[in-house]
């Protein structure tokens, strides 16, 4: 068994879309039309059939109650794994991308966390510098 397909619920697909891809640099994977909505999925280029990130309406009653109860306690909805979180951190403040938490040292790995403008928190994580990682 394995992990093919997750929900990222997002307020607006074309949006999530250009977050997805032009910023964060993920790659379509499905782009189905489904009435007034679309069955979105982007990969990762590292990983091209990898897991699948379903851009997917949060139209659901339940939905935005719950992630906006997240993001209120600053829970992030998912998490990256990247090269240099401090790194990625300039690059994606510099493209308009809004940080909750700046690049955060936690033991083994750094953390930093930003809002993807459609409705969800994405914590970057990355392993700490050699010599840097605390207990």
């Known amino acids: 068994m394995k992990v093919t397909i997750t929900s990222v619920f997002v307020d607006d697909q074309a949006k999530a ?3 997805y891809t032009r910023l ?4 379509v994977r499905q782009d189905v039309p489904l ?17 699948e990130l379903l851009l997917e309406p949060d139209e659901h009653p339940a939905v935005r109650p ?16 990247v090269d ?16 909750t938490q700046p690049p955060t040292p936690m033991g083994p790995v750094v953390t930093a966390v ?13 392993a700490a510098p050699a010599g840097d990682a605390q207990p």
């Open 66 to 81: 719950f992630v906006d109860a997240l993001t209120a306690d600053g829970i992030p909805g998912l998490v990256l794994t």
């Open 84 to 99: 240099d979180a401090a790194a990625e951190h300039e690059r994606l403040g510099a493209l308009g991308l809004t940080f």
């Open 24 to 27: 964060l640099g993920f790659q």
């Open 17 to 19: 879309l250009d977050v």
């Open 35 to 51: 009435g007034e909505h679309r069955w979105l999925t982007v990969v990762s280029p590292e990983d091209p059939d990898g897991v």
């Open 114 to 126: 930003f809002d993807d403008t459609c409705g969800n928190l994405v914590q970057l994580v990355s």
